[in-house]
């Protein structure tokens, strides 16, 4: 059973900067659709980046210019950079896997979460002013 294990979470600054990394303990197959999301307390989740089986990739306009997704097959590995911290990106950050079902990949849409069949747990990331 495919595991995904998030990590590089932690308190920043303003401006600041942080990498997530999601390591895909078991198997992640090469033409899964993978995406980060986030959930703020008292808000709905909501997708941040998507990447696809070429690399393509997708972005909130939230964080456009600022979040690159990355991802490594090789270690099984996906990445969020993030630079330009603010406190909206105050979160719990997850990773996700879609398989197949993601017709839209790497789109970042409403609702987008509803075709990711796998998760992590979560890392959490604070941002102050």
């Known amino acids: 059973q495919v595991q995904l294990v998030e990590s590089g979470g932690g308190s920043v600054q303003t401006g600041g900067s942080l990498t997530l990394s999601c390591a895909g303990i078991?198997?992640?197959?090469?033409?899964?659709?993978m995406a980060w999301f986030r959930q703020a307390p008292g808000k709905e989740r909501e997708g941040v980046a998507a990447i696809d089986i070429d690399g393509g990739a997708g972005y909130a306009d939230s964080v456009k210019g600022r979040f690159t997704i990355s991802q490594d097959n090789a270690k099984s590995t996906l990445y969020l950079h993030m630079n330009s911290l603010e406190p909206k990106d105050t979160a719990m950050y997850y990773c996700?896997?879609?398989?197949?079902?993601?017709?839209?990949?790497?789109?970042?849409?409403?609702?987008?979460?509803?075709?990711?069949?796998?998760w992590g747990q979560g890392t959490q990331v604070t941002v102050s002013s």
């Open positions: 996700a896997a879609a398989g197949r079902d993601y017709l839209l990949c790497p789109h970042v849409v409403p609702e987008m979460e509803l075709a990711f069949g796998i």
């Open positions: 078991g198997y992640i197959d090469s033409n899964d659709c």
